[in-house]
């Protein structure tokens, strides 16, 4: 049983920052990709960052150059800080990992959070 914990999100006036943390517990053996997706109302959901065991990143064209993805390994913690806001960033984020468990033994999954809702006000 794996599980992600979000927490960070929040209401903040557009232009400011939010740091978002994920935290994934449980019978990990290594996670290699962890994501950060958004779903904003009426929309699909979308891939906002992603960063590799390595420490490989990528982003949504969307977000380059406000957003910021890291992770701590020993922590099994991933990070999204987000600067410049846009009110078009309102939305809930999930958090996502790709797990190879413990128990059962090398099982290879995709986790999801439970959400964390960031509104950017104008």
């Known amino acids: 049983q794996v599980q992600l914990v979000e927490s960070g999100g929040g209401l903040v006036q557009a232009g400011g920052s939010l740091r978002l943390s994920c935290a994934a517990s449980g019978s990990i053996l290594s996670i290699y990709a962890m994501n950060w997706y958004r779903q904003a109302p009426g929309k699909q959901r979308e891939l906002v960052a992603r960063?590799?065991?390595?420490?490989?990143?990528n982003y949504a064209n969307s977000v380059k150059g406000r957003f910021t993805i890291s992770r701590d390994n020993a922590k099994n913690t991933v990070y999204l800080q987000m600067n410049s806001l846009k009110p078009e960033d309102t939305a809930v984020y999930y958090c996502?990992?790709?797990?190879?468990?413990?128990?059962?033994?090398?099982?290879?999954?995709?986790?999801w959070g439970q959400g964390t809702q960031v509104t950017v006000s104008s």
């Open positions: 960063i590799t065991s390595g420490g490989s990143s």
């Open positions: 996502n990992a790709a797990v190879t468990t413990t128990a059962p033994l090398k099982y290879e999954a995709n986790y």
